[in-house]
């Protein structure tokens, strides 16, 4: 290639890198902006700012409560069951719903084995009785025999007391075969007597077990297998011993008023302790259809209360170690501890004692 081609060459190349150049130096001034103060960084402040469940000091009422439940059943009633086990059920005589008088047989296990013994007994005791009888009436009979003797008054004296030791011997043998048979007959009328259930009230059979009309006699002796109440006359009954803390309420004659999660409430006096110690019963002022047996309603009774008080919510007070404290917000909003007494801790409200005043504002949990 000539010199003078060579030239032409790099003019080619010169002038192509200038246009290049240029087009890249518009492209890089198109995408810069116009104004100076286009180049500037504008920083947008952060929202810091926190918000807070607030509760306000106030004056009024803490109350601490407690509930106690009651079950709305009969008054009276009774359990029933066998004092004998191991024995297959011969018959029962009722079922649930049914109405029965006192004194009804209900249910009997088998026992004709007892039934024979006792009529053994009986037969040897009645025996015995005779034996001893004839024995004493043949003893009178021998002694005036011997008046008819020609005996002087020492040997008649001497066959007297011969006849009466004899006779008495006999007599002893027959009082221990008495006795003896009298005491078997005992256990064994015990063993009958747990072998019947009987009614020993007025009332209506509220329960059957199914150990008696299964077949199996899976019963255990001395468990409820008959239970019969009277239900034309129901009372509430409390259903722990809690009661028992709170003596001055449940005084009898004391009105109790009882409620239900729907807010109904019912009036009710406090009638008796109940057959067993320290039962409690609650009886109804106006009978009320809407109640059925089983209806389970509670008492509200105040523990302890203290009247117009500091108070806080529970939620705005907090505890550690025994320490109380609360939280309060400064102008900054932040949050500063301050420590408080405490009194009362109630339902719905902490007693303040110390450390704040009415209208001090807290920060809830």
């Given at each position: 290639?000539?010199r003078?081609?060579i030239?032409?060459l790099?003019?080619?190349?010169?002038?192509?890198?200038?246009?290049?150049?240029?087009?890249?130096s518009?492209v890089a001034?198109?995408?810069?902006?116009?104004?100076?103060?286009?180049?500037?960084?504008?920083?947008?402040?952060?929202?810091?700012?926190?918000s807070?469940?607030?509760a306000?000091?106030?004056?009024?009422?803490?109350?601490?409560s407690?509930?106690?439940?009651?079950l709305?059943q009969?008054?009276?009633?009774?359990?029933?069951?066998f004092?004998?086990?191991?024995r297959e059920?011969?018959?029962v005589?009722?079922?649930?719903?049914e109405?029965?008088?006192?004194?009804?047989?209900?249910?009997?296990?088998k026992?004709?084995?007892l039934?024979?013994e006792?009529?053994?007994?009986k037969?040897?005791?009645e025996?015995n009785?005779l034996?001893?009888?004839?024995?004493?009436?043949?003893?009178?009979?021998?002694?005036e025999?011997?008046?008819?003797?020609?005996?002087?008054t020492?040997?008649?004296?001497?066959?007297?007391?011969?006849?009466?030791?004899?006779?008495?011997?006999e007599?002893?043998?027959?009082?221990?075969?008495v006795?003896?048979?009298?005491?078997?007959?005992?256990?064994v009328?015990?063993?009958?007597?747990?072998?019947k259930?009987?009614?020993g009230?007025?009332?209506?059979?509220?329960y059957?077990?199914?150990?008696?009309?299964?077949?199996n006699n899976?019963?255990a002796?001395?468990?409820t297998?008959?239970?019969?109440?009277d239900?034309?006359?129901?009372?509430?009954?409390?259903?722990?011993?809690?009661?028992?803390e709170?003596t001055?309420?449940?005084?009898?004659?004391?009105?109790?008023?009882?409620?239900?999660?729907?807010?109904?409430?019912?009036?009710?006096t406090v009638?008796?302790?109940g057959?067993?110690?320290?039962?409690?019963?609650l009886?109804?002022?106006?009978l009320d259809?809407?109640?059925?047996?089983?209806?389970r309603?509670f008492?509200?009774?105040?523990?302890?209360?203290?009247?117009?008080?500091?108070?806080?919510?529970?939620?705005?007070?907090?505890?550690?170690?025994?320490t109380?404290?609360?939280?309060k917000?400064d102008?900054?909003g932040l949050?500063?501890?301050?420590?408080?007494?405490?009194?009362?801790i109630?339902?719905?409200?902490?007693?303040?004692?110390?450390?704040?005043?009415?209208?001090?504002?807290?920060?809830?949990?």
């Amino acid at each position: 290639m000539n010199r003078h081609n060579i030239g032409r060459l790099n003019t080619i190349i010169l002038t192509s890198l200038i246009s290049i150049g240029c087009a890249v130096s518009c492209v890089a001034c198109s995408l810069l902006p116009e104004e100076e103060d286009k180049y500037k960084i504008v920083l947008e402040p952060a929202e810091t700012e926190v918000s807070y469940e607030l509760a306000k000091v106030t004056k009024g009422d803490v109350r601490l409560s407690r509930k106690l439940y009651a079950l709305y059943q009969e008054e009276n009633g009774e359990e029933l069951s066998f004092g004998s086990d191991g024995r297959e059920v011969e018959a029962v005589f009722v079922v649930k719903g049914e109405e029965v008088k006192k004194g009804t047989l209900l249910a009997k296990l088998k026992s004709d084995d007892l039934e024979e013994e006792k009529s053994s007994l009986k037969y040897t005791i009645e025996r015995n009785e005779l034996l001893k009888k004839q024995a004493r009436e043949l003893t009178d009979y021998d002694i005036e025999k011997l008046w008819d003797r020609n005996l002087s008054t020492i040997d008649r004296e001497n066959a007297v007391k011969d006849l009466e030791k004899r006779y008495e011997t006999e007599i002893e043998s027959y009082d221990d075969a008495v006795a003896v048979a009298r005491v078997r007959l005992k256990e064994v009328e015990e063993k009958l007597s747990g072998c019947k259930i009987i009614a020993g009230m007025d009332g209506t059979v509220s329960y059957v077990s199914a150990a008696l009309t299964s077949g199996n006699n899976n019963y255990a002796k001395d468990s409820t297998v008959i239970r019969i109440v009277d239900a034309s006359h129901c009372v509430f009954v409390l259903e722990n011993e809690e009661y028992k803390e709170y003596t001055d309420f449940f005084k009898e004659g004391n009105t109790v008023i009882l409620s239900n999660n729907q807010g109904d409430e019912y009036r009710t006096t406090v009638v008796s302790a109940g057959p067993e110690e320290g039962d409690i019963y609650l009886e109804l002022e106006e009978l009320d259809e809407r109640l059925t047996i089983g209806t389970r309603l509670f008492c509200d009774i105040t523990v302890d209360e203290r009247k117009n008080v500091l108070r806080l919510p529970p939620e705005a007070v907090h505890n550690a170690l025994d320490t109380y404290y609360v939280y309060k917000t400064d102008e900054s909003g932040l949050k500063n501890i301050q420590y408080i007494s405490v009194g009362l801790i109630g339902d719905e409200f902490i007693e303040i004692t110390d450390g704040l005043k009415e209208g001090d504002v807290v920060v809830k949990k």
